[in-house]
């Protein structure tokens, strides 16, 4: 059995749950996780080396498949280009509108460098992107809707952390049950986004802070809340840490469309997460296999979902698939 050498660059939630998904694939091994931080104090799970980041390149014949867990904001947009001179990576690229442009950076270095650079894995961007797809092409007639929660949201959470005054902060995002079962029913809803999900925020202030004034800051943020029914609570420290830690989500696609003279058919694909960054990064070990995969076939270039067999995501034979799953 051929192993992949995988590396990984960042060992934050998303980098920890890498690590786990690549000792439950028998045909991967971990060789050195890289970090902007002193190697020396970053503790992992395996007996990988922890390196610099500034030392990566030097693997580039050590490595079959670069994992990239930073993040989209400021991480991924120069990590992948970058790391693409030298690696066939992978990466959780999530800012959907830059997507397009993110793809052509990407392929212009792997293709130059003949390596593959499979760009925004993971589940939304990644399994829900394709559920829609193949939703719009059995069900050309209809709608697609889209439905997150009920889960904690990284970036909402933080939107409301780094206001002055708040401690700690978690942000739920609820699918609007009215909402989802109208859908549900092929009525075909137009929905605003107030009408597709609610909002609701769990808040340790700091001593002294007003919370009056900050909850009017958190519903009328702009790009946050202000387009969305949003409940405040303020609470405890205590009950914070006690309740309000994990990392759930999850959520459904659904196309309800037409077929034949009028059926309705309604498609639906759903998750439900116990840590979005655990999944996320099983989701992403599968997609490292298909970039080995299709590197060792000559291929090169960025790559998304839309451009993957299923098959290259498992470890089995197609003959195998075709025995035991067609």
């Known amino acids: 059995m051929t192993v992949i050498r995988v590396g990984i660059v960042g060992y934050g939630n998303l980098g920890r749950g890498v690590e786990h998904a690549i000792s439950q ?43 990239l867990c930073g993040g989209s904001a400021t991480d991924l ?28 950076a990407v392929d212009a270095v792997a293709q130059k460098s003949e390596k593959i650079g499979i760009i925004s894995v993971g589940w939304d961007p990644g399994l829900f992107s394709l559920n829609r797809l193949i939703g719009e092409a059995v069900l050309p007639v209809g709608s697609t809707y889209t439905f997150w929660g009920d889960g904690l949201s990284q970036g909402h959470s933080d939107a409301v952390r780094r206001i002055k005054g708040v ?3 978690a942000q739920y995002t609820l699918p ?16 605003t986004t107030r009408e597709k999900h609610a909002r609701e925020c769990w ?3 700091e001593q002294g802070a007003d919370a009056a ?3 009017q800051e958190i519903v009328t943020m702009p790009n946050y809340f202000d387009e969305y029914d949003t409940t405040v609570h303020f609470i405890s420290e205590e009950d914070f840490k006690s309740n309000h830690t994990g990392m759930p989500h999850g959520g459904f696609v659904i196309r309800s469309g037409e077929s034949g003279a009028n059926d309705k058919q309604i498609f ?11 999944f996320t990064s099983s989701v992403i070990v599968a997609y490292a296999r298909a970039a080995y995969r299709l590197n060792k076939a000559g291929d090169k270039g960025a790559k998304t979902v839309f451009d993957i067999p299923f098959g290259l995501l498992s470890p089995k034979s197609a003959a195998q698939l075709r025995k035991e799953l067609l």
């Open 167 to 169: 401690k700690y902060a």
């Open 203 to 205: 808040v340790v202030l």
């Open 268 to 278: 639906e694909f759903s998750l439900k997460l116990e840590s979005n960054p655990n």
């Open 213 to 215: 004034k900050i909850e």
């Open 176 to 191: 609007i049950k009215d909402a989802v079962e109208r859908v549900r029913n092929g009525e075909n809803p137009e929905l």
């Open 25 to 67: 694939n028998s045909d991967m091994e971990l060789v050195a996780v890289f970090t902007r931080r002193d190697p020396a104090t970053v503790k992992i799970a395996s007996n990988a080396k922890v390196c610099l980041i500034d030392e990566a390149k030097e693997y580039k014949d050590d490595i079959d498949v670069m994992i």
């Open 77 to 104: 947009p120069d990590q992948s280009p970058y790391f693409a001179q030298w690696f066939n990576i992978v990466d959780s690229y999530d800012t959907h509108a830059k997507i397009p442009q993110f793809f052509d």
